[in-house]
């Protein structure tokens, strides 16, 4: 599933191949579950042209010079292309031949005014394409927390933002109203990298366990977005390596133990020996 540094690279690939482009032909797939709004709607962006592509979260959407904005989530796997530009690419997905076009489970696609050609694809249809007048006001964007790569807030607001929640912290890292783009393998990164189980209740962590979170999370995102997302120049000494292995004996860089456990609803690998229970955790039980 993609998340922030993934979308971060999508939203990179269209600002330099469509800022400032004219878009002069829209296709639009028959695809009601992705397609949010009607094709007519879509088509009627013909004409226009694309300012920016920003990016909050996980959510994507471009500027237009007039008009509507086309709003884009990527779900679980969708994915943006350019023809002849590589295009995101999943842990366990196979690679799309960027000379393919348009991609295989396209679901809109532009072409500009300069021949370059877009297309948003979704293989699996948990992706979503909208338009809006408001984005900011927009349901999806209302309740959204911080994101780490634009806004991350001072570690004293930080703070008092978790003494607020109750819930397991990697419930709480997932939870989009606190910090907008993270998802399963960034806060299991994170929490790894500081040393902090994922099971902890947030509002009962130590000082020194919420200064580590925030290191953590704000170094995790800046570099992997550093690497455009690209697994195989993440450092050889994170988690993320070695966390895919789930029902089979799976140790990290340094040889020591991986497990899985259920929290916030999401399969967590932790690594038992660096990231023990916090003592006020067992206290509360």
């Not at 592509?53 to 237009?64: A, D, H, I, N, T």
């Not at 964007?141 to 991350?152: I, R, S, Y």
């Not at 994170?238 to 999401?266: A, C, N, P, V």
Request: contains cysteine.
């Amino acid at each position: 599933m993609p998340e922030l540094p993934e979308v971060e690279f999508s939203r990179r690939l269209v600002q330099k191949s469509l800022a400032k482009k004219r878009i002069s032909a829209v296709k639009v797939a028959n695809d009601k579950i992705v397609c949010q709004v009607p094709a007519g709607r879509l088509k009627a962006l013909k004409g226009r042209t694309v300012k920016q592509c920003r990016r909050w979260g996980k959510q994507l959407w471009f500027e237009m010079d007039k008009g509507p904005s086309p709003m884009f989530h990527l779900g679980m796997t969708g994915s943006f292309h350019v023809k002849g530009r590589n295009s995101l690419k999943y842990v366990r997905l196979k690679e799309d031949d960027p000379k393919t076009w348009p991609p295989k489970f396209w679901k809109v696609e532009f072409q500009m005014s300069d021949g370059t050609c877009f297309a948003m694809s979704d293989p699996r249809r948990f992706g979503r394409i909208g338009l809006s007048t408001s984005v900011w006001e927009e349901p999806c964007m209302a309740k959204m927390g911080f994101d780490p790569l634009l806004q991350m807030p001072r570690v004293e607001d930080f703070a008092r933002q978790l003494a607020r929640r109750s819930g397991d912290i990697k419930a709480v890292l997932l939870d989009q109203s606190f910090a907008a783009g993270v998802g399963n393998w960034v806060a299991d990164e994170v929490l790894y990298q500081a040393a902090v189980h994922p099971q902890d209740v947030a509002k009962n962590l130590s000082p020194n366990a919420v200064k580590a979170l925030h290191r953590t999370l704000r170094q995790v995102v800046k570099k992997a977005c550093q690497v455009n997302a690209d697994a195989k120049k993440f450092p050889r000494t994170w988690l993320f390596h070695y966390r895919w292995g789930k029902g089979t004996k799976s140790t990290d860089g340094k040889g020591r133990e991986i497990r899985f456990l259920t929290s916030g609803g999401r399969t967590s690998a932790y690594v038992p020996s660096v990231q023990r229970p916090s003592k006020r955790r067992k206290a509360a039980k």
